[in-house]
Structures are given as C-alpha cells and as structure tokens.
C-alpha cells in the first residue's frame, strides 16, 4: 500500500477542512500498474461498466466546483475521478457528490460525501503474519477530514480489530471514516485545527466478502 502527497490547483487555500483530497492511495500488490495507467475514461484502461467491476473496493469523487472555489488537480487514478462507472447509480446523485465511495456488504456503492458539514477518511493495514510486517495507510479526503483523523485515532483504532478479511499468513482491514461537523463560522478553526464533531465518528470496516473477492482474484 503506498499513499503519494497528492498536488492541488485550489482556488482558496488554507480553511479549515478544504485542503486537498488524498489522492493516491496505491494497492499495488493487488495493481502492480504505475499510478499513470489507470481506469480513466481517456486512460488505457475504460471506465468501468459497473461499479463492482472496479478492482479497488473504494473510490475517491474528486471536488470541481471552481465557482464554490474548490476544484482538485485531477491526478489519474485506479481508484479516484469524476466518474464512478459508466452505469447510472444511485449514491451521491450518480457520484456528482465528492467525497469517498465504498462498496457495502450487499454489493452496492454508499457515498461517505465531503460537504460544508462532513467529510471522510480512509484507514488501510495489510498484516503479513509470517513476515511480521504491517502496512498502513491512512488519511483524510480533505486536510479537514486529515486533522479530525488524528483527533479521534485513539478512539478510531480500538474498532480496527478483529481484521475484517483473515487467513492463517495475512489479516486485512479497510474503514471508511465519516465525520459530521459543526458549521464554520470563524470561531477560531483555522488551516491546523479541526472545527468541533457533532457526533463520534461512524467507522465503517468493508466487509470480508468485498475484500475476499479482490484479494484472492
């Protein structure tokens, strides 16, 4: 799993919570491909017909409204766009919603969106058991969802375990973090601080099966 700083053309820069996405989270075990060759409508690879035909389990709709002033440098990649599959479906207005898309335990697509009031993260580990090596990878869609992270981590990793996907040499977990926010209103949340949660955060590990079928493949 790799995670590569991800580049920004905003159009504002420095509020709380708007910062750039996380871009490029890398499964490369699973896509050995160079994130330049990825599942993009003008890529080498077509956008999927369907959103379980995607490789990756998740799927990170990057923001393009320049006239609310936020717009990400769309960096190509397997699992990140403006377009979840080809197919019409019916999470996030047919992903027009930023934020970050998983897969549910039933097959369908859920949208963790980023808004004026919540936002999303993204938390990864790969636990080779033979080799003793654990992977992890973490980080919020916005620097918002970022901050809020690292806030609540200590409350976020006591829900990690048991891995939701085992074998007797390997235990993987992937969760989507949603956050649900106050409303900004210039009561001192700035650039390194996170504005105040309404509620905990919702933790939401992908299930075995979504895992298995990609892992095993």
């Known amino acids: 799993m790799v995670f590569h ?58 923001r393009d409204d320049p006239q609310r ?8 990649s397997c699992h990140a766009g ?12 047919n992903s027009t919603v930023p934020g970050i898309y998983f897969e ?3 097959g369908h697509w859920d949208c963790a969106p980023w808004s004026d009031t919540e936002d999303a993260a993204i938390v990864l580990f790969d636990y080779d058991r033979l ?5 992890l990878v973490m980080g919020g869609f916005s620097s ?23 074998t007797n040499s390997r235990a993987v977990g ?4 949603r956050f649900r926010v106050e409303r900004e209103t210039g009561d001192g949340s700035g650039p390194h601080r996170a504005p105040p949660c ?11 099966q979504t895992l298995a079928r990609r892992l095993r493949s």
């Open 5 to 62: 700083a991800p580049q920004t053309d905003r159009l504002r820069q420095g509020e709380a919570g708007h910062g750039p996405p996380l871009q490029d989270v890398g499964l490369r075990k699973q896509n050995p491909r160079p994130p330049d060759q990825v599942e993009h409508s003008r890529g080498p690879f077509p956008l999927p017909q369907r959103p379980q035909d995607r490789a990756v389990p998740f799927f990170l709709r990057y």
């Open 69 to 76: 002033g936020f717009r990400d440098v769309m960096i190509p």
């Open 82 to 93: 403006l377009s979840l599959c080809q197919q019409k479906v019916a999470c996030g207005r």
């Open 104 to 106: 549910t335990e039933d």
């Open 131 to 135: 080799l003793g090596n654990v992977e």
């Open 144 to 166: 918002r969802a970022t901050l809020l992270l690292g806030d609540h981590l200590e409350q976020i990793v006591d829900h990690l375990l048991p891995a939701p996907f085992e």
């Open 174 to 177: 992937v969760f989507i973090i």
């Open 198 to 208: 309404e509620r905990p955060p919702e933790i939401i590990p992908l299930a075995q």
